[in-house]
């Protein structure tokens, strides 16, 4: 069962990561907005928030929520920094 947990939380890790960095990248290039310091931590932030209630499933707990927002939030600074590098 530990294994199982473990597999759901680095898949939520990656899965915000991935998911947050794209986004960023594709839909989120000609705003203003993204380029704020506080973007990463707010869309990390929301990101938990939206997954705390799946923490009511037996597999994914509290851990895999805050796991999931801190993989958005760095993959959203992620998006910023690729965008301001160019690889947009």
Known sequence: MG???LAVTVG???GGYVVARNFVRRRLRFVDGVYNPVFPWAAGLIAAL???PAALLPIIGMGTAAIFGIGAGVGTASG???LRRGDG
């Open 3 to 5: 294994l199982l947990v």
């Open 80 to 82: 910023v920094k690729a």
């Open 12 to 14: 939520a890790a990656i």
């Open 50 to 52: 939206v997954a705390l």
